[in-house]
């Protein structure tokens, strides 16, 4: 699965042929959706930066704009549709300037054809295995202004790439996303991810350390570790292990890493976080159902007796750590009752924070085609009172760190996370990228405020 060095020098080959024509020329990443989505971003920017393209985040400046789409609801792909389409009179009014489409929304094959009906002004489109070849599509797009796509139709098991050596340009000087491992195994049956991601693939750990350390060694304070489902890295390591090592480097920082699937969320997993200071403490733990008929048709491949054995070892081994938490509400076929038992393990657990969101039926999944759809009015009913106890909890959570001392990375602007990830402000404008130390003397539901510790 991994591109050769063959392909990866013939597109640095076509980038530098491409400087001078497009030197002074501007470009415009804009990314929709998860972590995992902005890590591929830097890596599209990275490919145009090496093209002689310059970053801009203005699109009357931009001389090709290229979104990087999310499709893991209906509301994110309407959003893109919109975005799209209101490109359409500035494209007019500057014909030469290029624009790209690309992500998880790219690999659906109703967009493909849609774009191609509807947006004939988009010039290209290109798939999510498809970034090592930026530069020859910018190419191609300079050429010939004839819409083209660039999207494998490999099945799920045969699709999917693991690229390395690749320019990344990082929208921060102090926080870094490091993808480990890539696309889904699992097929709930809501989502659409497997199918647009590719099966599972995990980069080789050297290649994963190497990135680090040159992060760490060029001052990176707060690292991330991305995948798909994150603890199920299968490369010469298991994710403890690597976990571990990355976690091992001299110096002043933190490694986080997401997202977590219980089935691979392993005692060694938290034994780590527990031994390691640098690991922040932090595990986001989506259980999306609390009822076991439910989580069966989600095929989540888990039980809420299950869950809950992992969320309280957490709670038990991690006294210091903060649970995130996704829900659906609304499932198809989810009566009150079943609602009920997801509202009973959010107050057993007490989250942190909880993503929640109302089901949204998503083309070609398992889940699309089952019978049985709640009303929107009382997906939102639902939505609301689960909402409404977890900003009780949440309250209750943040009350509990007034008067203690949290080591806080600002981020600028009198505002920064802490290790737990919260948001922190504070009484000192201190620049971003600094470790300090915050007495926290009040609490919101969703922020502490306090005062610089000298």
Same mark, same amino acid.
């Given at each position: 699965?991994?591109?050769?060095?063959?392909?990866?020098?013939?597109?640095?080959?076509?980038?530098?042929?491409?400087?001078?024509?497009?030197?002074?020329?501007?470009?415009?990443?804009?990314?929709?959706?998860?972590?995992?989505?902005?890590?591929?971003?830097?890596?599209?920017?990275?490919?145009?930066?090496?093209?002689?393209?310059?970053?801009?985040?203005?699109?009357?400046? +931009?001389?090709?704009?290229?979104?990087?789409?999310?499709?893991?609801?209906?509301?994110?792909?309407?959003?893109?549709?919109?975005?799209? #389409?209101?490109?359409?009179?500035?494209?007019?009014?500057?014909?030469?300037?290029?624009?790209?489409?690309?992500?998880?929304?790219?690999?659906?094959?109703?967009?493909?054809?849609?774009?191609?009906?509807?947006?004939?002004?988009?010039?290209?489109?290109? /798939?999510?295995?498809?970034?090592?070849?930026?530069?020859?599509?910018?190419?191609?797009?300079?050429?010939?202004?004839?819409?083209?796509?660039?999207?494998?139709?490999?099945?799920?098991?045969?699709?999917?790439?693991?690229?390395? #050596?690749?320019?990344?340009?990082?929208?921060?000087?102090?926080?870094?996303?490091?993808?480990?491992?890539?696309?889904?195994?699992?097929?709930?049956?809501?989502?659409?991810?497997?199918?647009?991601? /590719?099966?599972?693939?995990?980069?080789?750990?050297?290649?994963?350390?190497?990135?680090?350390?040159?992060?760490?060694?060029?001052?990176?304070?707060?690292?991330?570790? %991305?995948?798909?489902?994150?603890?199920?890295?299968?490369?010469?390591?298991?994710?403890?292990?690597?976990?571990?090592?990355?976690?091992?480097?001299?110096?002043?920082?933190?490694?986080?890493?997401?997202?977590?699937?219980?089935?691979?969320?392993? +005692?060694? %997993?938290?034994?780590?976080?527990?031994?390691?200071?640098?690991?922040?403490?932090?595990?986001?733990?989506?259980?999306?159902?609390?009822?076991?008929?439910?989580?069966?048709?989600?095929?989540?491949?888990?039980?809420?007796?299950?869950?809950?054995?992992?969320?309280?070892?957490?709670?038990?081994?991690?006294?210091? +750590?903060?649970?995130?938490?996704?829900?659906?509400?609304?499932?198809?076929?989810?009566?009150?009752?079943?609602?009920?038992?997801?509202?009973?393990?959010?107050?057993?657990?007490?989250?942190?924070?909880?993503?929640?969101?109302?089901?949204?039926?998503?083309?070609?999944?398992?889940?699309?085609?089952?019978?049985?759809?709640?009303?929107?009015?009382?997906?939102?009913?639902?939505?609301?009172? %689960?909402?409404?106890?977890?900003?009780?909890?949440?309250?209750?959570?943040?009350?509990?760190?007034?008067?203690?001392?949290?080591?806080?990375?600002?981020? /600028?602007?009198?505002?920064?996370?802490?290790?737990?990830?919260?948001?922190?402000?504070?009484?000192?404008?201190?620049?971003?990228?600094?470790?300090?130390?915050?007495?926290?003397?009040?609490?919101?539901?969703?922020?502490?405020?306090?005062? %610089?510790?000298?």
């Amino acid at each position: 699965m991994n591109i050769s060095n063959e392909q990866i020098f013939l597109q640095q080959h076509i980038a530098a042929s491409l400087c001078d024509t497009l030197a002074g020329k501007k470009a415009l990443v804009r990314t929709f959706g998860c972590q995992q989505n902005e890590a591929d971003g830097e890596r599209i920017m990275g490919a145009l930066v090496a093209c002689g393209y310059t970053p801009t985040d203005e699109l009357t400046e +931009a001389d090709i704009v290229i979104l990087n789409t999310c499709a893991i609801r209906e509301h994110a792909e309407q959003r893109v549709l919109g975005v799209i #389409g209101s490109m359409k009179k500035e494209k007019e009014k500057r014909p030469s300037m290029l624009i790209g489409m690309c992500g998880c929304m790219a690999q659906e094959q109703h967009r493909q054809e849609l774009l191609q009906k509807s947006y004939p002004f988009v010039d290209f489109l290109f /798939g999510t295995d498809m970034h090592h070849r930026v530069p020859e599509i910018v190419q191609n797009a300079l050429n010939s202004r004839k819409q083209k796509q660039y999207v494998t139709d490999a099945p799920h098991g045969e699709f999917g790439v693991i690229t390395e #050596g690749t320019p990344v340009f990082r929208d921060s000087d102090y926080k870094a996303r490091v993808s480990v491992m890539y696309g889904c195994n699992n097929f709930c049956s809501y989502c659409i991810v497997p199918y647009v991601r /590719g099966h599972e693939r995990s980069r080789a750990s050297a290649d994963v350390l190497g990135e680090m350390r040159s992060l760490v060694d060029g001052g990176y304070k707060d690292i991330m570790l %991305l995948g798909q489902n994150v603890n199920s890295y299968r490369g010469d390591k298991t994710f403890p292990e690597l976990l571990s090592a990355c976690a091992s480097f001299d110096g002043e920082y933190w490694v986080r890493f997401m997202t977590s699937h219980p089935k691979d969320a392993s +005692a060694e %997993l938290v034994q780590v976080m527990a031994q390691h200071p640098r690991v922040a403490r932090h595990f986001h733990l989506p259980f999306q159902s609390g009822n076991d008929r439910i989580l069966h048709a989600m095929n989540r491949k888990y039980n809420r007796e299950q869950y809950l054995e992992k969320a309280m070892r957490i709670k038990e081994m991690l006294p210091d +750590a903060a649970i995130t938490s996704d829900v659906i509400v609304g499932f198809p076929t989810e009566t009150e009752s079943e609602f009920l038992d997801t509202v009973e393990l959010v107050k057993t657990v007490g989250f942190d924070m909880l993503y929640t969101f109302i089901y949204s039926p998503r083309k070609g999944t398992v889940a699309e085609k089952m019978v049985g759809r709640i009303p929107h009015e009382e997906q939102v009913r639902r939505f609301q009172y %689960l909402s409404d106890i977890q900003d009780a909890i949440a309250q209750t959570k943040n009350d509990a760190y007034v008067g203690k001392t949290l080591r806080v990375l600002s981020d /600028g602007n009198f505002v920064g996370r802490s290790s737990q990830n919260k948001i922190v402000a504070f009484d000192a404008d201190v620049p971003a990228g600094t470790f300090i130390n915050v007495e926290i003397k009040s609490a919101k539901q969703y922020k502490l405020v306090g005062e %610089l510790k000298k």
